[in-house]
């Protein structure tokens, strides 16, 4: 049984990039989704689809970015919130990670969303991962 649907699905993504694998695989959840739909506004992935299997099974294409000399756009991907240790910030906590080139992955009453969407809207909340 396992217990951090995000994690696994955050640590498939990191081992598909380090083997440059150009679609990794992951469990449906809603809110792996919501982390997906936020890494590709920010272009950190080229795009995903949900796929029906049998079953009522939903897996998740995810299709992986990388730069001119075959490198991976994702330098790191690191889950910060676990189900055994709850991180919680504020609005004013999400104004900036890494200067500017990162991106803190944020669970709020508006849905899952990046620091710069939730510093706007004045709305804290969980702190689902962050990537840069």
């Known amino acids: ?11 498939r993504i990191r081992n598909a990039a380090l083997r440059k694998l150009e679609v990794a695989t992951l469990l449906h959840s809603n809110t792996v989704v919501g982390v ?16 029906e299997e049998k079953n009522n099974k939903k897996t998740i294409q995810v299709t992986l970015k990388y730069d001119d000399k075959e490198k991976s756009v994702i330098n790191e991907i690191k889950r910060i919130s ?7 910030k504020n ?7 890494k200067n500017g080139y990162g991106t803190i992955v944020v669970s709020t009453n508006k849905g899952v ?3 710069d969407e939730a510093y706007a809207a004045n709305v804290g909340g969980e702190v689902l991962c962050t990537v840069w």
Do not use: C, H, Q
Request: no cysteine.
């Open 1 to 11: 049984m396992m217990n951090d649907i995000i994690a696994d699905a955050l640590t």
């Open 113 to 115: 969303i990046s620091n």
């Open 36 to 51: 997906l739909t936020v890494l590709e506004k920010k272009e950190y992935i080229s795009g995903f689809k949900v796929i």
């Open 91 to 97: 609005a004013s906590e999400l104004k900036s990670f």
């Open 82 to 88: 676990t189900p055994g240790r709850r991180v919680y």
